[in-house]
């Protein structure tokens, strides 16, 4: 008789078969939960890591925003108000040949200053390339600014992304000023239908990119650029110096 | 045309694609890293128990005692491929050991000779361990830093999927050896099937791998 046509031994056959079975099933759904909970931890590491960098760019936000109001009273209180201060104790005075109207215009042009490094004039009827001129004109005097410009298509950028992007870059000029020694900047400004690109370089001294602490400056930008919904790529070479590049997509926020 | 003859028609097909692997492997052997080279020593010992199994029918009338070959074979080149990249080798040392005492006895204890009374769980033992191992290799990579590529995810999970399939068809051996029912030949044909597909991977595997190499030789 072959072993096949006796009960005992079909019975082992299928004892073995439906162990193994059972032992496949049970491994494989306990590799599953395993993939899975890995899957579920660094999507909570993720999270955990994108709200701590939300909580430090408010945090930032915050601190320029502090910064900023401190510089404006400052700005007022040493420039404005001193001349105000001046220009009431000679009238208190009456001295004959005063040139009070001078004293006067000259407070206005501080008060206008002021006024303008707070929000800029014409800001609706200057198109963004205009406004970025304007801010590297006046930084011609301590670098040497290369600034061109790629217009593909003449489209209207909402004022909240304009006054934005200029803050950006008003920033990124100062942290050359400040940490780069940088002789010349370049910068160069894209605007077509598909949206806005700007690079900004410099040949200053450049910084280590993987320092987690980086400065308000940079901090600030970063903040900026999430508020307007872009992206920012930063490139830093030791001694050779630094690029940034913005890109901004269609969006509500870069098109009025 | 009927089911045999498929069968007998289908059964050349295992060896030439075994030919094909072998050379594959062969003239990539240079090129290869030492988990791939031991895929190339399998397929060309596969080729030889599949050549020597032909002249053994053909010959003796009996070529039953290869499939307890066949199984050493198996499970001692995929101990040597996994233990390289198994962190807990205690479990390889073990489960090997204790299989290969198994397959010794039944080299030995077995009448290869008794058509009638001839039942090996040698390929169900054999195979049973490569699963294990696969499984084992799978959790570390999971638990661990999941450092695998795709490749060698696909690469294990094809010697899984053969080796767990190759377990739950071959164990019933005496039925599928001595039983006339049209039914164990359509079981040969899958298990036919099953081989080619495997021995096709592993061909593909090796040719993949083998030219990334040669183009790239640092890595």
Known sequence: MDIWQNEEAVSVWIIIAVLFAFFLISVIIILFRAIFKKMMDAKAAESKALLEYQKKLLQTSIEVQEKERKRIAEDLHD???GKLALLQMETQVEYPNYKYGQQIRDCIDQARRISHDL????LEFSSMSELLGDILESWRKVLNVNYTTNIISEVECAEVFKIQLMRIVQEMLVNVQKHANAKSVSVYYRQSTKGVALQF?????????????RGLGLKNIESRVQYLQGVCRMNSVLNKGTSVLLLFDLNEMCYG | MNLVFFADVLSFLAP????????????FFPYLERGSRLLVLYLVLSLVIDVMSRVLGAFVGNNLILFTVLGLVELLVFA???????????????????AVLYLLSELILVDA??????????KVVSSFVVVVMAMTYLFEQVRGDFLITKTELQLNCMVLLYFALELIVLLPLNF??????????????????LLVVFYSYLTYYLWTFGK???????G
């Open chain 2, 80 to 98: 040597m491929f996994y233990y390289r990249m198994i962190r807990h080798k205690k479990i390889v040392i073990v489960l090997v050991v204790s």
């Open chain 2, 113 to 122: 000779f008794n058509v009638e009374s001839f039942q090996s769980y040698a």
């Open chain 1, 119 to 122: 929000s800029p004039p014409l």
């Open chain 2, 176 to 193: 599928l050896v001595n039983s006339s029912s049209p039914f164990v030949y359509l079981l040969w044909i899958v298990h036919l099937v």
């Open chain 1, 201 to 213: 370089s410099d040949n200053g001294k450049g910084f280590d990119l993987k320092e987690h602490n």
């Open chain 1, 79 to 81: 420039a404005l108000i």
């Open chain 2, 212 to 218: 990334m190499k040669k183009q790239f030789p640092s």
């Open chain 2, 16 to 27: 030439l694609v075994l030919l094909v692997s072998v050379i594959v492997g062969v003239y």
